[in-house]
């Protein structure tokens, strides 16, 4: 992993910490921060995860929430963008937030809509 990157994702948790502590969200600002220190940092992340992507107009969170379940009934370690923050500056924080310092992820799957 790249200097760049370990920075960003120092970079990324703290904001969201900050964020966290200033009752701010702190969703899409630490990945948009993260993605300007590292543009490809997502990239680098998501290559460890098998990601389910879910898109469309309508059922989105209905069909997210149904695969964490049948994920977690089966005891697959995953994580969600519950937060809503489906932009990629959101999605790059959620990455960033089950991950060490040195870009392992922690998880084996990535629920994403």
Do not use: H, W
Request: charged share 20%.
């Amino acid at each position: 992993m790249s200097l760049r990157a370990v920075i960003a994702i120092i970079v990324c948790k703290a904001l969201r910490l900050l964020s966290r502590i200033l009752k701010r969200g702190g969703t899409a600002l630490p990945g948009r921060y993260a993605l300007k220190v590292c543009p490809q940092l997502l990239s680098v992340l998501a290559k460890d995860v098998k990601s389910i992507a879910i898109t469309g107009t309508n059922g989105k969170t209905t069909t997210a929430r149904m695969i964490e379940e049948a994920f977690d009934k089966s005891g697959k370690s995953f994580f969600a963008n519950r937060s809503g923050a489906n932009l990629i500056s959101g999605i790059t924080t959620e990455f960033v937030m089950n991950c060490s310092i040195f870009g392992k992820m922690r998880k084996e799957y990535a629920v994403i809509e």
